[in-house]
């Protein structure tokens, strides 16, 4: 057993001795031919004697990964034998491509989502995510860039500010103020976008304690709610269904009236950007034209079209959270031109369908054109015909159909206009007296 071991052990030292050779060996070759390297080198070892008082840079980590050491490592290691593993570290690329200098002092992330890396060069591996506004401690500047943070880690200079990110100012405001529609959200910042802290409904009261210059509230818990959506006063909630009923005529002669909240043109039941439903109005799809969907349906696949419901009836409230969401994303002008606010809905009526597709492009597929020379004789008409912003309020939408009655559906067809046009009413959130 001693002999064994001995031997091994003699093995092992030789084993050693021959690769310190042969690392010797490839150093030397590497610093007799590098003039380069050797040029840079000095360069850096000025620039370290410079920095050499400075605490911030001689931490362990930077001994690791500045270039002085890595070139001085192979040597050091020639006279330890049991440190293998050095030479294999000087030997890597990345840890010889930056010097760095040195710099203290608090830094702030200037944008979300962007890490910290363990080399101070472009696509190294990923430490540690940071958020806008995270705070850190830089220990010293590379040639490529990067700050050094204290862990030892490089965030690249363009995502570090001396300053935190102000995106928005906060001027004084103070008061009760009621929250006036429902699924809003308070959120963490007073941007669009920023992630949502709690849900309110409608009325819920909130104190206020500052207003932003992008309008938002800033609320006592330091969260955030556009200001579209505080009201200084109660919505009286029962205030669309307490509208008193009307009978009148419309620009071009048909009859409006108002029944129980809901308006009527020429027996049409009417939602539109002047025109609005009561909260609880919550028919579900309307039998008539779920029917006429089907008979239309059967007709389309006898002639090898297959059409489909994407979306049918909404409530007040769906189309609420969905409007809400497209506000949130878009902007509020923006998404009046495609998404009605609650109430205003077409689709909560009960008489509409989304078929197919939500891109415009429908209009030019097989299905589209068949379902705009067709859909009349079933009962329903395009809504939103192409060109009729100005009246409808809304872009085309080649998808969305309204079942009015065939007779109806064909005579508005026929005539060109879109069915605020032909009925001589409006679709205009400004004239809209029902909310
Ligand atoms: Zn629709």
Redesign the pocket.
């Known amino acids: 057993m001693n002999t064994k071991k001995t031997i091994v052990a003699i093995v092992v030292i030789l084993a050693a001795a021959a690769l310190m050779f042969i690392l010797a060996m490839i150093i030397r070759g590497k610093s007799d031919t590098g003039t380069n390297n050797r040029q840079s080198e000095s360069t850096h070892s000025s620039e370290s004697t410079v920095n050499g008082g400075t605490p911030a840079v001689s931490d362990t980590s930077s001994s690791q990964s500045s270039t002085s050491s890595v070139i001085s490592e192979p040597i050091s290691a020639s006279s330890s034998s049991s440190e293998f593993s050095q030479p294999k570290e000087s030997s890597d690329v990345s840890a010889s491509q930056w010097t760095e200098t040195a710099a203290d002092g608090e830094r702030y992330v200037n944008t979300d989502g962007i890490y910290s890396r363990i080399y101070a060069i472009q696509d190294s591996d990923a430490v540690k995510q940071y958020s806008l506004n995270d705070k850190v401690t830089v220990v010293a500047k590379t040639d490529t860039d990067y700050f050094k943070l204290e862990d030892g880690t490089f965030i690249h200079s363009d995502y570090l500010s001396e300053n935190e990110v102000i995106r928005w100012t906060e001027s004084e405001a103070s008061g009760e103020y009621y929250v006036n529609a429902d699924n809003v959200y308070s959120r963490i910042g007073a941007i669009q976008g920023s992630d949502t802290v709690n849900q309110y409904g409608i009325n819920d009261k909130v104190t206020v304690t500052a207003i932003t210059d992008t309008d938002y509230f800033k609320l006592e818990d330091g969260t955030f709610i556009h200001s579209d959506y505080l009201s200084e006063e109660e919505i009286k909630i029962d205030l669309e269904s307490n509208l008193p009923d009307y009978a009148s005529t419309t620009a071009n002669g048909y009859t409006i009236e108002r029944i129980c909240g809901i308006t009527y043109v020429d027996g049409v039941m009417i939602a539109n950007k002047t025109y609005t439903l009561p909260r609880d109005y919550d028919p579900g799809i309307q039998p008539d034209a779920y029917d006429a969907f089907w008979e239309m349906q059967s007709a389309a696949e006898a002639d090898g079209i297959s059409l489909y419901i994407v979306?049918g009836y909404r409530s007040y409230y769906d189309q609420d959270a969905i409007y809400a969401r497209y506000v949130d994303s878009d902007g509020r002008d923006a998404a009046d031109t495609y998404s009605s606010r609650p109430g205003h809905s077409?689709?909560q009526t009960g008489y509409?369908f989304?078929l197919n597709s939500l891109e415009q492009s429908f209009e030019n597929t097989p299905e589209g054109i068949w379902l705009a020379e067709n859909c009349a004789r079933f009962g329903f008409i395009i809504r939103y015909p192409k060109g009729k912003d100005a009246y409808t309020g809304y872009m085309f939408?080649p998808w969305?159909v309204r079942y009015i009655g065939r007779e109806k559906a064909e005579a508005v067809t026929a005539s060109g206009l879109s069915l605020e046009e032909y009925y001589g009413i409006t679709s205009d959130y400004a004239l809209c007296t029902d909310e």
């Open positions: 979306s077409d689709h509409t989304d939408e969305h």
